[in-house]
Nanobody
Framework: QLHLVESGGGLVQPGGSLRLSCAVS????????IGWFRQAPGKEREGVSC????????AYGDSVKGRFTISRDYTKNTVYLEMNSLKPEDTAVYYC????????????????????WGQGAQVTVSS
C-alpha cells in the first residue's frame, strides 16, 4: 500500500515562492508516477505537474508553466514542487497522487489515472 504525505503549504504574498514536498512510503518511488493537483473552492481538481522515472518525463499545466518546477529525490523517496512567482489564483489545496509506472508511457495530468492520494496541503497567496 502506497502512502503519500504533503507538506510545505502556507501563506505567501503574491510574487513569492513556496516548495511543497510529497513524501512517499510503502513502495520504491521509481515504480510510480507522481502528480501534483490542486483544487480551489467551487472549482474542479486541476492537474499541476507530474513526473515519472523516465529521464525528462515531466508535464505542467498551462497555468503554471515557467513558474513551477517538479523534481524527485530517490534517496529521500520524496517529490518536490517548487512554486515561484505565485499569484492569488494559485490559492488552493494541493494534492500529490501516484499511479504505477508503465513502460513507454508518459505522465499525464488526468486525475482519474491516479490511484493513491495524499491528504492535501493548503496554499494561500494573498497580501
Amino acid at each position: 500500500q502506497l502512502h503519500l504525505v504533503e507538506s510545505g503549504g502556507g501563506l505567501v504574498q503574491p510574487g513569492g515562492s513556496l516548495r511543497l514536498s510529497c513524501a512517499v512510503s510503502g513502495l520504491p518511488l521509481d515504480t510510480y508516477v507522481i502528480g501534483w493537483f490542486r483544487q480551489a473552492p467551487g472549482k474542479e481538481r486541476e492537474g499541476v505537474s507530474c513526473i515519472s522515472r523516465s529521464v525528462g518525463d515531466t508535464a505542467y499545466g498551462d497555468s503554471v508553466k515557467g513558474r513551477f518546477t517538479i523534481s524527485r529525490d530517490y534517496t529521500k523517496n520524496t517529490v518536490y514542487l517548487e512554486m515561484n512567482s505565485l499569484k492569488p489564483e494559485d490559492t488552493a489545496v494541493y494534492y500529490c497522487a501516484a499511479h504505477a509506472f508503465v513502460f513507454f508511457s508518459v505522465c499525464g495530468l488526468t486525475p482519474g489515472r491516479y490511484d493513491y492520494w495524499g491528504q492535501g496541503a493548503q496554499v494561500t497567496v494573498s497580501s
